[in-house]
């Protein structure tokens, strides 16, 4: 799942919970599925490493990154 | 002596001594050199050549464009239009002409780039490729930005610096082209060709910094539109200015006045990604407790209920008991007793209602208001205990 898709489901849950008409059992359901993503997101926020790279296409046309200065 | 070439027929010149001889007058009497005139009888030659002459109200020059040098010039001007031309002055010697060869052109004000940009825009316009429903919506959180610029170019630092102060978790892929000059669109169409083949990058952002018109025009480029508009990557447009419009800029996904502003367009800042989990989070919350708040005050709200209905439950019973206990004590016996009137019992209680109950010599108990009283069977009679001879 992508980091947009769960941030858009995040905010389904947000809405959902919202509802008054939702079985109680459903609602813990979903605040748990919510804290799972949360914390799915929070995790891809601090992993990426955010390098400078230089694409470099070969002769075969396989492509490779190359560190930047 | 006559012996100077041209003095005499026998040192006449050959023709085409005598043209090249002029030729080399020429082209050594006059460097390169601007002339401005109205153009006539413009011909494009099929081997790519345009040939014009440049006029005005006393005279007139031949003018050539070499195929090489219409690749520098963004269009072919009209008839009649004035311009400047930048060229060399010769003679054709095959044909005895004075020629200019052109090597630069320019109309006057916007001119010849404009007329080349009106005339791309409105191919690709009528093409659809810059109808603004084509635009591609671009990520919010791209994971991986890729920058078609010149490597060593300031847009690419300008480009880096706003996305690290933004959000140093985004990583760059930077692919390097030629931003200016005649290798330019064919670099850049290499550059994406690169981009889409390799597809890795969330979006992508094309440009340079400033320049001038000619340094900005491979991005009026009709193959580098086309490239652009074929991206599988949202690309977003970032060339010079905020007051450069370029063809690229309108084929693009998003144009950007500057590569900085590409940048912010491109990628979120981290803090607000953060800030925007952390109030889902307490959102998620919020909606949880609320929940749990609702639930305990429809318990309670029940119990209440149930226990008001239990009272009164039981002051209804009790109200009944009441009522039933009113209607026992009219039947009890102890009120009969009261009045005078005396039970029989055996020995186990049973009550002696008749006379054959009573056994001739056997005890029994007499119930009367205020005890009771031991007493055993003399005689049984069938005639009624009322009788007042007995009283």
């Known amino acids: 799942m992508s980091f947009e898709q769960t941030l858009a489901r995040l905010e389904q849950i947000a809405s959902s919970l919202d509802r008054d008409d939702l079985p109680l059992e459903e609602a813990l359901r979903l605040f748990e599925e919510g804290v799972a993503k949360l914390r799915e997101a929070n995790t891809a926020l601090g992993e990426a490493e955010g390098k400078v790279q230089r694409l470099i296409e070969g002769a075969s046309g396989v492509f490779a990154l190359e560190e930047e200065a | ?391």
Request: with cysteine; net charge positive; glycine share 8%.
């Open chain 2, 1 to 391: 002596m006559f012996d100077a070439p041209g003095s005499s027929p026998d040192q006449a010149f050959g023709v085409g001594e005598l043209t090249t001889l002029v030729k080399q007058a020429l082209e050594g009497g006059f460097p390169p050199l601007w002339v401005k005139g109205e153009v006539s009888g413009f011909k494009r030659h099929t081997n790519g050549h345009w040939y014009f002459s440049l006029k005005d109200a006393s005279g007139q020059l031949p003018c050539v464009v070499w195929a090489r040098d219409t690749r520098r010039i963004p269009a072919p001007p009209d008839e009649g239009m004035a311009v400047f031309a930048r060229g060399q002055l010769t003679v054709y010697p095959a044909q005895g002409k004075l020629q200019f060869m052109v090597d630069a052109l320019e109309a006057e004000g916007e001119g010849l780039w404009k007329k080349a940009f009106d005339a791309l825009k409105a191919k690709l316009d009528a093409e659809g490729l810059t109808d603004p429903a084509r635009k591609r919506r671009l990520p919010c959180f791209p994971r991986t930005v890729a920058v078609i610029t010149s490597l060593d170019g300031a847009a690419r630092r300008d480009i880096e610096a706003v996305i690290r102060r933004r959000h140093p978790g985004v990583h760059l892929v930077l692919i390097g082209a030629v931003v200016q000059g005649e290798g330019a669109p064919a670099s850049l169409v290499a550059a994406l060709d690169r981009l889409a083949r390799w597809g890795g990058a969330d979006v992508a952002i094309i440009g340079r910094g400033g320049g001038s018109r000619e340094d900005l025009w491979c991005f009026n480029d009709e193959s580098v539109a086309r490239a652009i508009a074929a991206s599988p990557v949202p690309v977003i447009s970032a060339v010079g200015h905020e007051i450069d419009v370029t063809i690229a800029d309108l084929v693009a996904d998003l144009r950007a006045a500057t590569p900085s502003v590409a940048a912010e367009h491109a990628v979120p800042i981290l803090a607000e990604v953060q800030e925007h989990l952390r109030r889902l989070g307490g959102r998620l919350a919020d909606a949880l407790e609320d929940r749990v708040v609702a639930e305990r005050r429809s318990l309670t709200t029940q119990l209440e209920r149930f226990t008001l209905r239990a009272t009164r439950m039981v002051e209804r019973r009790r109200a009944r008991v009441q009522q039933v206990a009113g209607r026992l004590e009219a039947l009890s016996p102890v009120a009969t007793l009261s009045r005078g009137f005396t039970v029989a019992r055996d020995a186990e209680g049973r009550t002696l209602a008749t006379r054959s109950a009573f056994a001739v010599g056997a005890t029994f108990d007499l119930l009367v208001q205020d005890g009771r009283v031991r007493a055993r069977t003399e005689s049984v009679h069938a005639d009624a205990p009322h009788l007042p001879s007995r009283a």
